[in-house]
Nanobody
Framework: QVQLVESGGGLVQAGGSLRLSCAAS????????MGWYRQTPGNGRELVTT???????NYADSVKGRFTISRNNAKNTVYLQMNSLKPEDTAVYYC?????????WGQGTQVTVSS
């Protein structure tokens, strides 16, 4: 089992940057895939980006070239660097960990991008 706690959300103007952090309650070395999803009111969660335990990354087309996922295994933390933010990036961002076939979620952090 693993608990995930996100931080770093907030209000930013379009074109600005934010860095989200996801701190895990235990070592993430053995967690197969970690990632970030986002959700807006009335919609389901959509994949933003993932990173495997060996460092392979995957991005939604809407964020390619603007967002970067990284992981620091020593700190049991995954990061999401978001640059060139757009109003359509406004959402609650959730951290996800997939381990031994079980998906774990954080509580989410709100990101609001003003135009």
């Amino acid at each position: 089992q693993v608990q995930l706690v996100e931080s770093g959300g907030g209000l930013v103007q379009a074109g600005g940057s934010l860095r989200l952090s996801c701190a895990a309650s235990r070592s993430i070395n053995s967690i197969n895939v970690m990632g970030w999803y986002r959700q807006t009111p009335g919609n389901g969660r959509e994949l933003v980006t993932t990173i495997t335990s060996w460092g392979t990354t995957n991005y939604a087309d809407s964020v390619k070239g603007r967002f970067t996922i990284s992981r620091n295994n020593a700190k049991n933390t995954v990061y999401l660097q978001m640059n060139s933010l757009k109003p359509e990036d406004t959402a609650v961002y959730y951290c996800n960990a997939l381990s031994d076939g079980i998906a774990y979620w954080g509580q989410g952090t709100q990101v609001t991008v003003s135009s």
